[in-house]
């Protein structure tokens, strides 16, 4: 991910897995008193294009997707830590160069009490206490910071699946508090996803759907002893993707989409908070918008596989010649598709102009 000083931030490894002391019991770190670590495999790497210089940061959580806040100190908020949600407090850095202090990661926990806050909990394999909160784990996959209200949401990649928030409250360490929605049938299977400006999840999902989860919809307590995931199916909304579908099973589509992306500033001309999918199975991108499904081929070469992509305005005074999407095509084996052997991933930039004739 980008920050705004134009360097790239990279979930990376750094080192072997074992962690170091800072990260295990014993360690005076705020986040290691709660919730020691032993072992991390991905990291985080930040390339400042300027110089050409890489600084690590040796992260005692397990990372995969990086997303940037929208809070004061740009937090940088990581997916991929199984029981641990992690994030770096860049302002922190900018001003100590501390990598050390300026994570932090919390455990999941719901507010199975209803007390509103967080209190002793009891173990994942433990049976729900109304007396005390649980502590569950719903690892993300995707990591999306809400721009309405603070929270981080994600995605949890088993069957059904769910959306996972993650309120930080004040010190995240001790503060943050869960909540899981899973996915209602038709759907199931949820893996890259993001948010709009509302604070509306749109997640990609095995079950050949966009879906979306909104929050605002749920009818009954979002926390006490029957929050555990079942508790808001009125939340969820499924869009069926085009494309052919599997027969004898009604109407399907066979579509698997990877990540779904949401344009929430309009860098591509469809409007804003359009949330628009990777479409692996329709050698496209896919966007929906007024209802309607819009697929963005890639007429060639053939077998077009984005695993995600972004949008960028370049000149806001161009029309559409300013704004567009951009994404990477390759997969692991690109020689096996119509380019043939020797083919190399490519960068591919989508436009949309207003009419066909447009120049």
Request: net charge positive.
């Amino acid at each position: 991910m980008f920050d705004r000083k134009g360097r790239v931030w990279f979930a990376a490894a750094v080192r072997g897995a074992p962690n170091p002391d800072y990260c295990k019991k014993g360690s005076g770190h705020p986040s290691a008193k709660i919730f020691p670590i032993e072992r991390t495999n991905r990291h985080v790497t930040m390339l400042d294009p300027k110089t050409g210089q890489y600084t690590y940061f040796d992260t005692c959580f397990q990372t995969h997707h990086l997303q940037f806040g929208y809070d004061a100190n740009e937090t940088l908020w990581t997916s991929g830590g199984g029981s641990v949600i992690g994030w770096i407090n860049t302002k922190m850095w900018e001003e100590t160069g501390d990598h050390v202090k300026s994570q932090g990661w919390t455990p999941m926990i719901l507010d199975t009490n209803g007390n509103g806050k967080r209190d002793e909990y009891v173990e994942p394999t433990q049976p729900v206490d109304p007396k005390k909160d649980k502590r569950i784990v719903a690892g993300f996959y995707a990591v999306m910071p809400n721009p309405v209200d603070g929270s981080v949401w994600g995605t949890f990649r088993t069957n059904p699946g769910a959306v996972v928030r993650l309120m930080p409250g004040s010190n995240p360490n001790e503060t943050a508090l869960t909540e899981i929605y899973n996915v209602p049938l038709p759907g199931f299977g949820p893996r890259g996803g993001d948010i709009d400006k509302q604070g509306v999840v749109w997640v990609s999902l095995a079950s050949g759907h966009l879906g979306s989860f909104d929050r605002r919809k749920c009818k009954g307590p979002l926390n006490g002893p029957k929050a555990t995931g079942d508790h808001c199916p009125e939340g969820w909304s499924f869009y069926q993707y085009p494309g052919p579908g599997f027969k004898g099973l009604g109407d399907n589509s066979a579509e698997s989409s990877y990540y779904t992306w949401v344009d929430q500033h309009n860098t591509f001309g469809l409007g804003d908070d359009v949330p628009m999918s990777t479409g692996n199975l329709n050698d496209g991108l896919i966007a929906y918008k007024d209802g309607k499904m819009i697929t963005l081929r890639v007429p060639y070469p053939l077998g077009f596989y984005a695993k995600g992509f972004d949008g960028r305005i370049d000149d806001p005074k161009a029309g559409w010649k300013g704004r567009g999407l951009w994404s990477a095509t390759g997969d692991r084996v690109p020689w096996f598709k119509e380019t043939g052997k020797g083919a190399k991933p490519m960068a591919v930039h989508f436009q949309l102009r207003p009419d066909p004739l447009a120049k």
